[in-house]
């Protein structure tokens, strides 16, 4: 399925970025999905999440962070991130109007669409999706980065691997249990931080991101 090439403005000061969108026909719902620090909207996980996402009739808008357009190395500070994930999600509804609207990401575009929603509503977006949420750095175990949530008005889905070590799941639990009915936290057997497996797991990374795209639109169906 074909991408829409799109840019919209991330801040007056960083300029504009640019974004992929695909509109499966028929589509139920629009995701807008920001990539992780070491990546872009163009990178293999995103391309196969959006894939498997509109196999089961979510539209997404993949988009850079203003540091990934320019090629630069780093993340931008956090205001940064957290406008542009505001202005991406005005970008995407207007991009495609009337479809029910979400936003998440991979591991730190996610966490930087939650504190973006921790700061005020997302206009229009009615819950979040985590492709494994970065609780903390890797064996720095700590819940810190999970705090900001407590702000989130918007339901929450969590989609870990019970080998994430950006993520103990001994931490990770109680976390998404304290927000209470807002939260639903879904393991994904056998995946790591990036829904790698092990061989001897029985499953493929191909599997994983299936079942992660089928279950966030289950999810997504039932937010009304």
Partial sequence: MPDTRLTFEATPQQGRVSALLRLPEGASALLVLAHGAGTDMRHRSL??????????????????????EKGRGGPNPKPVLTATVRAAVQA???????????????????????????EAPLPGVRGLVFFGFPLHAAGKPGT????????????????????DTLALPELLEPVVAGLGRRARLHMLAGADHSYKVLKSSGRSEAEVYAEAAAVAAGWMAKQK
């Fill in 47 to 68: 391309e196969m999440l959006s894939e498997q996402l509109a196999a089961n009739g979510i539209a997404t808008f993949r988009y850079n962070f203003p540091y990934k």
């Fill in 92 to 118: 995407a509804a207007e991009a495609a109007p009337g479809l029910p609207l979400f936003a998440g990401g991979r591991s730190m575009g996610g966490r930087m669409t939650s504190l973006a929603a921790s």
């Fill in 144 to 163: 810190e980065r999970g705090e900001h949530l407590a702000a989130v008005s918007v339901p929450m889905l969590f989609l870990q691997g019970p080998r």
